[in-house]
């Protein structure tokens, strides 16, 4: 603990005097069974944990003397002493109570060295959620290849989308490199995190100079460090015309052979300051951002030449299908949005090199509260691809409004394809399975900046937490994930666990429920995208309008509109494509429909959308209620800072009920069946 800042599920409090005898005589000592530079993190971790959590001094030994002990090394030198399991993927460990003469051991093996730092988490968090070590027998492997965190930091310390304070990378145009960049290394491995984008994706200014500049490089060396020590890669986002910034040539043209040398150059140098540099995320063709296709080339053309200047030194182009015509004119019913990405990508699979990464948002549009899942999961067969998710909440009230994402990420995950047939999860198809890819993985866009509390919300570190365990193991329950979250940041109490755990997992419905529900989205203010405005983006450039009427509302997606429908497989696409078969919170999204459509409850689009703004208010009057019952049994800095958040956000949430209400009454004529407030 410091004065500065508070480090979320990694705060090691003292543990009560009979959890401390559980667990003392383990942490004394540690026999490290690897070369001294493969165990230092994890040994570091495991001295800590012992200081401050059980008040002992660990001592690490060369033999195994006490009669409890821990060991950790590499499976190759702890074969010598008992058989292992067997562990390939970069990161997997195993967790065993083995006896070695005579003496009670608890192992930590792994294959390298990011493994042990897993490892030696996994052993830190069991015990502090009061697991015995005595019967311990645990092998884990990360499911996702890649398990990242995009930063959109911007170098004079803005945060692009940011709700929790200035940038923890850069500050006035330089890199910073303290305490915290260690301490977030420290909370992202102990969640399997293995790489970290720094920069926005939006690569402007300076930012340009990021892999050019020995300035640069060298401070970006230094971070890279401290994030390796912890099994963390680093990654860039790179402006695609930097040769015409940083070259001065008149081209960016991927096919120009002097363009090609030049990125193969700029990589050498790279490499020759940062050697385990992960590679590059590149925004291209987007939203302004400079792309081949200013340069007559496509997507394809763009990522392979920069692949082809990583490639030798191992690195990756994870390139964004966020690609889009965002001049759109509202008066075109032609173009649709949603059908973009697909679009573009589609007719590229297959051309891309090995080391190319395709990163998809998780729906078609833009992070909205409720969107179905991207139909290019399951349509870019022989491309590696990566699922992006918005941990920030851009659109799901900023970390101002509570809104655990955890359930919906899942149910993004869980969604079935049926690329090749049933069975063709999200999951198994961004961790490589489905069409057995080597690269592939989950991004998340962080929510992280320079707050006491990392998050701005505290509540909100939890959609930290669980992107992260959902990228190391899909399958998990994400009740699961929240109590541990939960007992580490709060403590073991039974109300409290049950208090905030019910808050947690009820606060996305809630929130849609107040703001936009069945999938229509985008009734915020346009730019910073807070509060409603539900004609805010009807008449823009950015192609997302919901054309309401006196009569219906949304844009018909299905075979007889746009034809979005028929980008996913059977039987999703016949599902989506009919009104009577599509899934209700999808309703606006796929169909244009009659407020007085009956929806499967009886009651008519229209009265649903009142209630269910109704429902939504009365669900945060409940959070702030329980939450207020915690009062005494919360650290008072977190009960305030909650408290305060939950109190605006329940006025904000009248705000949302009755903006939305009244656009809609207003439109319509109709009223409320039960007679509650709507303005007029
Ligand atoms: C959204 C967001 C932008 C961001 C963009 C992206 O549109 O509002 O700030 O740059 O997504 O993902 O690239």
Redesign the pocket.
Known sequence: MNNEYELCWLEYRRLPDWEIACHREWFKSAVPFAQPWEVETALTELKTFARDALGTKMLVENTIQNQRTIILGKIDKLSELFDVPKLEREGSFFLAHRKLSGKDTLVIGAIDTAGLVYGTFEVIKRARLGESFEKMNVVQTPAMPLRMINH?DNLDGSV??GYSGRSIFFEKDRVILNRRTRDYARLLASVGINGVVINN??VRGKAVQLIDDEKYLKALSKLAEVFGNYGIKLYLSVNFASPMYLGKFETADPLDDRIKKWWKDQARKLYSFIPDFGGFLV?AD??FNPGPHYFGRTHADGANMLAEALEPFGGVVIW?T?VYNCLQDWRDYNTDRAKAAYENFKPLDGQFRDNVILQT?FGPM??QVREPVSPLFGALERTNQILELQITQ?YTGQQIHLCYLGPFWKEILDFDTFARGRGSFVKRIVDGTVFNRKYCGMAGVSNVGRDPNWTGHDLAQANLYTFARLAWNPDELVEKIVDDWITLTFGKDEEVKATIKHMLMNSHRAYEKYTTPFGLGWMVNPNH?YGPNPEGYEYSKWGTYHRANHEAIAVDRSSKGTGFTLQYHSPWREIFDSIETCPEDLLLFFHRVRYDHKLRSGKTLLQSMYDLHFEGVEQVEEFLKAWQRLEGKIDPVKYKRVLERLTVQLEHAKEWRDVVNTYFYRKTGISDERGRKIYP
């Open positions: 959109w692009e989308r994706v939006n925004k987007s939203e964004r966020f948002k833009d992070f851009e995208h």
